[in-house]
């Protein structure tokens, strides 16, 4: 499983043969940015990288929603060697083979996105796999599955997805970790006003989009967001 016909992106935009040696990825809890294009609108996703790297954040999903392979694969490519040469890990939304690709950490499955065990065939035992949930059952599925981490919400009303699952809330997330082993992502309408009380309710990280790539100022807000989170 292959991105069609994908650029090839010279030494400087893509992990190295040396980065791309496969490791056990280790899941770094803190704040999970989600890095969507469609949300950044002119804002230089490179730099915010290298912004959000120097504050702190160490983990980073590229979420793009596009029929274009290979122009999902140019900007993954570009994004793993940034993050990677940072000390950060790197995941990428629904495209396995895109993950696979550019030598990226992980990826991360919704609903209807590949199976999970297929997913693990493809990118083997050292890499991560984490899975979206909206309920318990899929929790609990995602857990027993084998998931890395999952991610669970929306805890609070959000306007970034397009289809929006019901809102979770505290309650759902606290009943959530009561019951799953891996870390949880909590997602969904965060911001600095209730980060806290996001993870005294169990979430190991929490991600977030439009607070930092809608924001005036994203590496304040990202500071701000960090500094929430440790109350």
Do not use: W
């Not at 056990?24 to 940015?33: E, I, N, Q, S």
């Not at 949300?39 to 793009?64: I, P």
């Not at 806290?196 to 979430?203: D, H, N, P, Q, T």
């Not at 190991?204 to 994203?218: E, N, R, T």
């Amino acid at each position: 499983m292959r991105p069609l016909h994908p650029p090839a992106p010279d030494d400087s935009t893509r992990c190295n043969r040396e980065q791309r040696v496969p490791r056990r990825v280790h899941f770094p809890a803190g704040l999970y940015l989600i890095l969507d294009p469609a949300v950044a609108s002119s804002l230089s996703l490179t730099d915010l990288v290298k912004a959000a790297l120097t504050t702190g954040v160490r983990l980073f999903q590229l979420r793009m929603k596009t029929p274009h392979a290979g122009e999902f694969y140019d900007l993954a490519a570009q994004l793993c060697a940034v993050v990677r040469a940072g000390g950060g890990t790197f995941i990428v939304n629904d495209r396995v083979d895109v993950a696979q690709a550019v030598g990226a950490d992980g990826a991360h499955l919704g609903q209807e996105d590949l199976p999970l065990a297929d997913a693990r065939v493809i990118l083997g035992p050292d890499k991560l796999i984490g899975i979206s949930t909206h309920t318990m059952n899929q929790a609990l599925d995602a857990d027993a599955g084998g998931a890395d981490y999952i991610g669970f919400g929306p805890i609070f009303p959000t306007s970034t997805k397009e289809h929006r699952d019901p809102v979770v809330g505290i309650a759902g997330l606290r009943e959530v970790r009561a019951k799953v082993r891996v870390p949880i992502v909590a997602i969904g309408g965060i911001t600095t006003k209730n980060v806290r009380e996001v993870v005294a309710a169990g979430a190991d990280c929490c991600a977030v989009v439009s607070a930092v790539l809608a924001a005036p100022d994203p590496q304040a807000a990202i500071t701000e967001l960090i500094k929430a989170m440790r109350g």
